[in-house]
């Protein structure tokens, strides 16, 4: 049995969900599928407050958001498939999904990929031991499943995201011994941040870079270098931030080409002013599309639902350009600001739009 | 990079069987792949295809742009085979895994 649907969106996440509001809004019928049993995606176990979002969204909570944007779609035609995940494709095109039991296919009119980014390891010497983990994983954690993953804990890498996690973990009573930072200077662009994890006295430690972990079955000892001297800390959780990278298999299965762009998190599927990919039925939206803030990623999911219903002609190309217009305003308007080289690594992704770096992948 | 250290962790493979592999003129991911087993673990390489990349850069020169991509099969992440074998006729047209399969009128021949 093949399942019909005008809209399938692939990650119920906030760009998905984003997408999925623009598409069901307007009558579509729309499926969502989520590997997850509970929708929102990444957004879940975020307890910072976002302050940059797009109208109308006021200033609140990570998980607050997720529920806002779960909530305004009830009272739509939207089909969730939770606990379902994409495994690949059929030949004929259509989509394979399985509930674990079984595999069926799944006959979209459209496609929006939204699964979201993965955070990058970082190796160092025994970085395998069970007590190094990524901040992420640390977050989920204390916020999702409310575990507290260790009792002393350094933290590598100082962006914004390590800082938020850095104060959720003391906030629950993990020791922070140090935030450790190769470059000579903080990433975090929020400057808030780092004052609050001055006031809680938690050190900040710059051009330093752990050099090997040690420990007997689990972490118990790290080594961290500074120019001239190694320092020995006794800690049971190591938590690293590597950076975050798109998640591509969806799209590698789908047979789009590909594109790089550093600031972005390095290779994503190559894409156009819609958020469209080179295959014709195919967009994509979140962090699949590039690593960027909230507020932006949220944006990014509604480009591409509005041209869904353009192409599906359930609003004029009229009222469809004035949107899109609107849409790419804003998104300037946040990204551009806050993160100026994201927003010109995007501008010069799409204008590569028509000479990707890698294409033509899935020869079957 | 110290040499001891795992690159893929799903398969125990560390910097130095990388480098191994570079020095007999591995210059992909698939390259690499081929000669340690490195990706081929339960993960299908989600971990270790930033840090292979990482290290290649480091060895060769060549920018990560210039490092394409390992191929990413069917399945996207691990699937008990009874449940891939779902309804059989339309599990052989599944791309990837049975397309080395030839079929007649739906059915393995
Ligand atoms: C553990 C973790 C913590 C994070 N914390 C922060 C933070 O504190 N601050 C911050 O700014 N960013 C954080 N991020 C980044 C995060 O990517 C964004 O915050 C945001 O959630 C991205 O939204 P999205 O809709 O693009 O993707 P996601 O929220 O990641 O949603 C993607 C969804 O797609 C689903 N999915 C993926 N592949 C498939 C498939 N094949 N089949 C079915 N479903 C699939 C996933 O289950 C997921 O629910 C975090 C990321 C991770 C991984
Ligand atoms: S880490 Fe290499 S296959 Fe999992």
């Not at chain 1, 399985?98 to 699964?115: G, H, L, M, Q």
Request: proline content about 5%.
């Amino acid at each position: 049995m093949v399942m019909e649907t005008d809209v399938l969106i692939i990650g119920a996440g906030p760009a998905g969900l984003a997408a999925a509001y623009e598409t069901a809004s307007r009558g579509l019928d729309v499926t969502i599928v989520d590997e997850s049993i509970s929708k929102g995606g990444q957004l879940c176990q975020q307890t910072q407050i976002l302050r940059t979002l797009p109208s109308p969204f006021l200033a609140m909570r990570g998980y607050e958001l997720a529920n806002t944007l779960i909530n305004q779609l009830d009272e739509f035609s939207v089909r969730y498939l939770l606990g379902h995940r994409m495994i690949g494709t059929y030949k004929d095109g259509s989509i394979g999904i399985t509930d674990e039991t079984n595999v069926f296919p799944v006959n979209p009119k459209k496609i929006i990929v939204a699964t979201g980014a993965a955070e990058k390891a970082v190796p160092f010497p025994k970085w395998t031991l069970p007590g190094v983990i990524t901040v992420g994983a640390a977050q989920t954690l204390v916020n999702r499943d409310f575990v507290t993953p260790g009792k002393n804990a350094v933290i590598i890498g100082s962006s914004d995201f390590a800082m938020d996690v850095a104060i959720q973990l003391s906030d629950v009573g993990v020791n922070i011994i140090g935030i450790v930072e190769s470059l000579p200077k903080i990433l975090a662009r929020d400057a808030e941040k780092t004052e609050h994890i001055m006031q809680r006295s938690i050190p900040l430690y710059l051009r330093s870079s752990i050099k090997e972990a040690r420990g007997n079955g689990e972490v118990e000892e790290i080594d961290i270098q500074f120019p001239d001297r190694i320092m020995t800390e006794k800690v049971d959780l190591v938590c690293v931030d590597g950076g975050r990278t798109p998640i591509l298999d969806a799209f590698y299965q789908l047979g789009c080409s590909f594109g790089f762009q550093e600031e972005l998190g390095g290779w994503l599927p190559q894409y156009n002013e819609f958020l469209q990919t080179d295959c014709k039925d195919v967009f994509l939206a979140g962090n699949a599309a590039g690593i960027s803030s909230q507020g932006a990623l949220l944006i990014t999911g509604r480009i591409p639902g509005v041209r869904v219903c353009e192409e599906l002609n359930i609003i004029s190309k009229q009222e469809a350009e004035h949107e899109r217009a609107s849409h790419w305003k804003e998104l300037e308007n946040l990204e551009a600001k806050l993160f100026p080289e994201k927003w010109e690594a995007r501008l010069n992704h799409i204008k590569n739009y028509a000479n990707p770096l890698l294409k033509d992948q899935f020869i079957s | 990079m110290d040499k001891t250290t795992i690159i893929c962790r799903c398969e125990e493979i560390n910097c130095e069987e990388i480098e191994e592999a570079i020095g007999h003129d591995a210059r992909t991911f698939d390259d690499i792949k081929r000669l340690t087993r490195c990706g081929m673990g339960p993960c299908q390489a989600k971990i270790c295809i930033s840090l292979v990349a990482d290290v290649i850069h480091e060895q060769t020169g060549s920018h990560l742009h210039e490092i394409p991509l390992p191929r990413m099969r069917m399945p996207i992440s691990p699937i008990k085979l009874e449940t891939l074998a779902t309804n059989s006729t339309t599990f052989s047209s599944v791309k990837s895994v049975m397309d080395e399969v030839e079929l007649e009128e739906g059915k393995v021949r």
